[in-house]
Nanobody, 117 residues
Framework: VKVVESGGGLVQPGGSLRLSCTVSGLTFHYYGMRWYRQGPGKEREFVAFITSAGGTTNYADSVKGRFTISRDNAKNTVSLQMNSLKPEDTAVYYC???????????WGQGTQVTVSS
């Protein structure tokens, strides 16, 4: 199983970035997908999730209204559109595929997002 994030980089406050996560080696539409992040000196924290069919999403309060998670089951990808970025959004962002009923849980290596002027 491979989980690969992309799209990170340096952006100014107020700017936007779109992260992508491509998954292979599993039946993608069985898995819920989540984004987590870990800022410098902080614990890893939940950012957003989307159910296997994409019908339900949920967000951390800190990103609600600014970030949007979506998925394309035909392409085995999940995306995180991040708008109105703030310096406190600086973190390594991780993609997670999980299938709770089967006890399966896979993580990517992360992509760095830096918000700074």
């Amino acid at each position: 199983v491979k989980v690969v994030e992309s799209g990170g980089g340096l952006v100014q406050p107020g700017g936007s970035l779109r992260l992508s996560c491509t998954v292979s080696g599993l039946t993608f539409h069985y898995y819920g997908m989540r984004w987590y992040r870990q800022g410098p000196g902080k614990e890893r924290e939940f950012v957003a999730f989307i159910t296997s069919a994409g019908g339900t999403t949920n967000y951390a309060d800190s990103v609600k209204g600014r970030f949007t998670i979506s998925r394309d089951n035909a392409k085995n990808t999940v995306s995180l559109q991040m708008n109105s970025l703030k310096p406190e959004d600086t973190a390594v962002y991780y993609c997670n595929a999980y299938w709770a009923l089967a006890g399966r849980d896979y993580w990517g290596q992360g992509t760095q997002v830096t918000v700074s002027s």
